[in-house]
Nanobody
Framework: QVQLVESGGGLVQAGGSLRLSCVAS????????MGWFRQAPGKEREFVAA????????VYADSVKGRFTMSRDNAKDEVSLQMNSLKPEDTAVYYC????????????????????WGQGTQVTVSP
């Protein structure tokens, strides 16, 4: 069992930056693929980024590629999402998520692949 707690959301102007963090509690954090998803009002939850359990592979949605960077620190049981050049369309609730993996470089883009979810943190980008 893994508990995930996100932090770092807030209100920022377009072009600004925010850094989201997600701290995991439980066992064997280093065996989990970690992901970030987001959900805007009236829209389905969508993939943002994912990182393999060893940190050696990261993937991003096309909409955030080049602006967002996901990283992890297995010693601290933490993942982060650095968000730069934010746009109003990035406004959403951002969720941290995890799934166990046997493979060092596997990443997952499908929300149905993930087993554990945080409560979410609101990110609002004003024009």
């Amino acid at each position: 069992q893994v508990q995930l707690v996100e932090s770092g959301g807030g209100l920022v102007q377009a072009g600004g930056s925010l850094r989201l963090s997600c701290v995991a509690s439980g066992r064997s954090f280093s065996t989990y693929v970690m992901g970030w998803f987001r959900q805007a009002p009236g829209k389905e939850r969508e993939f943002v980024a994912a990182i393999s359990r060893n940190g050696g592979n990261t993937v991003y949605a096309d909409s955030v590629k080049g602006r967002f960077t996901m990283s992890r620190d297995n010693a601290k049981d933490e993942v982060s999402l650095q968000m730069n050049s934010l746009k109003p369309e990035d406004t959403a609730v951002y969720y941290c998520t995890a799934r166990a993996s046997y493979f060092d470089y596997t990443v997952n883009r499908n929300l149905r692949d993930y087993d554990y979810w945080g409560q979410g943190t609101q990110v609002t980008v004003s024009p």
